[in-house]
Every structure is written in structure tokens, then in C-alpha cells.
Antibody, heavy 117, light 113 residues
Framework: QVQLQESGPGLVKPSETLSLTCTVSGGSISNYYWNWIRQPPGKGLEWIGYIYYSGSTNYNPSLKSRVTISVDMSKNQFSLNLSSVTAADTAVYYC???????????WGQGTLVTVSS | DIVMTQSPDSLAVSLGERATINCKSSQSVLYSSNNRNYLAWYQQKVGQPPKLLINWASTRESGVPDRFSGSGSGTDFTLTISSLQAEDVAVYYCQQYYSTPLTFGGGTKVEIK
């Protein structure tokens, strides 16, 4: 069973770049779609985007100008960069697996990122 | 974008009673070539990530109790908990995967009355 774990800074300053990594264990990052999803405190879920192991990506248009998702197959990891952050980007960030452009299962435990000076 | 609208925002149900959650999509998520509805349901307990319950609108994931069932087609869907248990207290989300951007409903909070 694939397991995912997010890691990265819990505090980012406004206008800077949020960078997170998701480490995949219990399986290979080859195949499947590797997603980032976020959830502002007390609010609902927003899909950020995914990367296929081959490197092709699909981003939510609402964030596309600021998002980059990349994959490092040698480390079995994929990463999220979100630039020019504001307080509105404060959220729990989850990584999750998709069989295709589909449902998400499983999910990582999530990591809270706060944007504040 | 396909907008997913859930109702109600919250509901309180007595233990052992039925809970019904509705999800409506702004356009059909039924793919005519395979007659499948591209809709999933998740359960999120406090402090935990969402857990997949159902995909293809009505297919329960392995290990999900059979008191959870999904129904509907096209634009209108329902998640039913036939006999609410204490461990079912959670927020439930629907999600469409018919097209990108992949989108979620706003969530329905289920509590014990």
C-alpha cells in the first residue's frame, strides 16, 4: 500500500515561494498521477494540480500562473512550488494519488502552511 | 469549471437513523461512451485527511461499511448512511473527475442528534 508524507516549512512570508515535497513509500512513483490539494482552515478542498510520472502536468487555472509541480523519480518524491503567496494561501496542503485524472486515494496526512510576516 | 453544490451544509441525525447528503453538479458528469458517472465521495474526520468512500457514484471502496451507499446520475447524486453510527461523525465531500479542474463540493457536516 502506497503511503505519502508531506514535508516543508510551516511558515512562509508573504510574496515568497511556498515549497513542499511529498515522499512516496511502499510503491514506485512510476505510473499514477501525483496530486496536490489544499484546505484552508475550517474550509473546503481545492485541487491544485497533478503531475504524471512522465512529467506532464495539469494545473487548476485559478492557480496556474503561480504553481509548479515537479517529480524526482530517483528519490520517489514530487514537489509543489507556489509563488507570490499571500495570507489566502494559508492552508493544510495534502499530497494524494490518482489512478488517472480521477479520485484521490490515498492521501498524505497533510501539512499546515501559514503565510505570515 | 464544474461547480459541485452540496446540501445541506450540516445535519444532525440520531444514532441508528438514516442520513442523506445531496450533491449537484453544474453540468452532467455522466460520460456517455461508458455510461459511468465520474463522481466520488469522501469522509473527513477531525484532524485527518479525507478518506475515499465511493467512486463511480456508487462503487464502495474495499473496507467501507455497507451502510454507506451512493446513488444518482447525471447531475444529481446522493450519499446515504443507512444507520448512523458514532464513528460516522465527519464532514462528507463529493468530487467530480469528469473534467479538470477537478472540483469538490463544499462539504456536509454530519453530527449526532
Amino acid at each position: 500500500q502506497v503511503q505519502l508524507q508531506e514535508s516543508g516549512p510551516g511558515l512562509v512570508k508573504p510574496s515568497e515561494t511556498l515549497s513542499l515535497t511529498c515522499t512516496v513509500s511502499g510503491g514506485s512513483i512510476s505510473n499514477y498521477y501525483w496530486n496536490w490539494i489544499r484546505q484552508p482552515p475550517g474550509k473546503g478542498l481545492e485541487w491544485i494540480g497533478y503531475i504524471y510520472y512522465s512529467g506532464s502536468t495539469n494545473y487548476n487555472p485559478s492557480l496556474k500562473s503561480r504553481v509548479t509541480i515537479s517529480v524526482d523519480m530517483s528519490k520517489n518524491q514530487f514537489s509543489l512550488n507556489l509563488s507570490s503567496v499571500t495570507a489566502a494561501d494559508t492552508a493544510v496542503y495534502y499530497c494524494a494519488v490518482g489512478v488517472t485524472s480521477s479520485w484521490f486515494d490515498p492521501w498524505g496526512q497533510g501539512t499546515l502552511v501559514t503565510v505570515s510576516s | 469549471d464544474i461547480v459541485m453544490t452540496q446540501s445541506p451544509d450540516s445535519l444532525a441525525v440520531s444514532l441508528g437513523e438514516r442520513a442523506t447528503i445531496n450533491c449537484k453538479s453544474s453540468q452532467s458528469v455522466l460520460y456517455s461512451s461508458n455510461n459511468r458517472n465520474y463522481l466520488a465521495w469522501y469522509q473527513q474526520k477531525v484532524g485527518q485527511p479525507p478518506k475515499l468512500l465511493i467512486n463511480w457514484a456508487s462503487t464502495r471502496e474495499s473496507g467501507v461499511p455497507d451502510r454507506f451507499s451512493g446513488s444518482g446520475s447525471g447531475t444529481d447524486f446522493t450519499l446515504t448512511i443507512s444507520s448512523l453510527q458514532a464513528e460516522d461523525v465527519a464532514v462528507y465531500y463529493c468530487q467530480q473527475y469528469y473534467s479538470t479542474p477537478l472540483t469538490f463540493g463544499g462539504g456536509t457536516k454530519v453530527e449526532i442528534k
